[in-house]
């Protein structure tokens, strides 16, 4: 990390005030300079500035898959060779179906798995039908794998990274 | 739930942007009016179908520690431990999942080094262990997630 990924106060500030949403206002950043204090170009500067240094990885909309209709969502794991983990992971992150992929530690003997994919289908029958695809895609190096279903949510509070202080 | 709708949706989940009317911009984009896209989102917030609209941040990025992590309790405990658990503010989500290892949440805390405390903190608490389980390498985030009419 450098010097310049290091959020200052009035980038502190921005993201505060925006992690909740954006406003849905016809200039929502002129809306949130009149709240913070600056010009609105300011807060586009600076918007703009943590896009560009991943910061914001991007400004959109984050569908609800529960909500739309994708009840299913399982989320598989495999254990796959240490020194395939990274193509695998490629492989995987590649389908459509798949939101989120990541190399994670295994915690032997417990838990053998260092690769985790986030599988969204209508149900769970989809769900196993996808993992299937990716068993097939990974072939010999997919040694072994479980998905996991989730039962019931237990908390679910918006990615609060920044409090107020 | 139109085709406007998961046009919308569609489009959106590819990026939004930063000028004076962003909103008139991409309602251009869908032959509506920048009143109607705002009433759109509005409604599609309100009734859960999309569950943000705005910045996603990069918690790493931003300085901050973020980990999932995984317990194992018994049935005959595992109310008290959720409760226990849920408790702790740096714990953004957390799910029941039908596994040995039955408890998966993410915490996401306002240093890295925060994450190490925080795990110490909800062993002590609860007295089960916590299996850490930081991302070592990131392949996609964020679907591409096509909504198709029926």
């Known amino acids: 990390m450098t010097d310049t990924d290091i959020l200052d106060e009035l980038d502190r500030r921005i993201v505060v005030a925006t992690q909740a949403g954006l406003p849905l206002v016809p200039e929502p950043y002129q809306h949130l300079a009149q709240e913070i204090g600056v010009t609105a170009g300011e807060i586009m500067r600076r918007m703009q500035r943590m896009l560009e240094s991943g910061v914001i990885r991007r400004i959109g909309a984050v569908p609800n898959h529960y909500t739309l209709g994708f009840r299913g969502n399982g989320m598989s794991v495999w254990d796959v060779p240490d020194e395939q983990v990274t193509r695998c992971g490629r492989l995987i992150g590649d389908l459509d179906f798949v939101s989120h992929a990541y190399h994670r530690p295994r915690h032997l003997p417990e838990w053998p798995y260092n690769l985790f994919a986030m599988v969204h289908g209508r149900d769970r029958t989809e769900v196993e039908q996808k993992v299937e695809i990716i068993a097939g895609l990974l072939g010999e190096h997919g040694r072994a794998y479980e998905i996991l279903f989730s039962k019931q949510i237990l908390k679910k509070t918006g990615l609060r990274i920044m409090g107020e202080r | ?150």
């Open chain 2, 1 to 150: 739930m139109d085709s406007i709708d998961r046009a919308i949706i569609n489009r959106l989940q590819d990026g939004f942007p930063i000028c004076d009317h962003p909103y008139a911009n991409m309602a251009a984009q869908f032959g509506i009016e920048e009143s109607e896209l705002l009433q759109r989102l509005e409604r599609m917030l309100e009734k859960n179908q999309l569950s943000r609209f705005g910045p996603m941040f990069n918690a790493v990025k931003m300085g901050g520690g973020l980990s999932l992590c995984a317990m194992q309790i018994p049935d005959a405990d595992f109310d008290r431990i959720a409760e226990q658990v849920n408790a702790f503010p740096e714990v953004a989500h957390n799910y029941a999942r039908d596994h040995r290892l039955n408890m998966w949440f993410v915490l996401a805390t306002e240093t890295p080094q925060r994450i190490a405390q925080v795990l110490a903190g909800i062993e002590q608490v609860t007295g089960y262990p916590v299996y850490n389980m930081p991302k070592k390498e990131e392949f996609f985030v964020g679907l591409k997630f096509e909504i198709r009419s029926g």
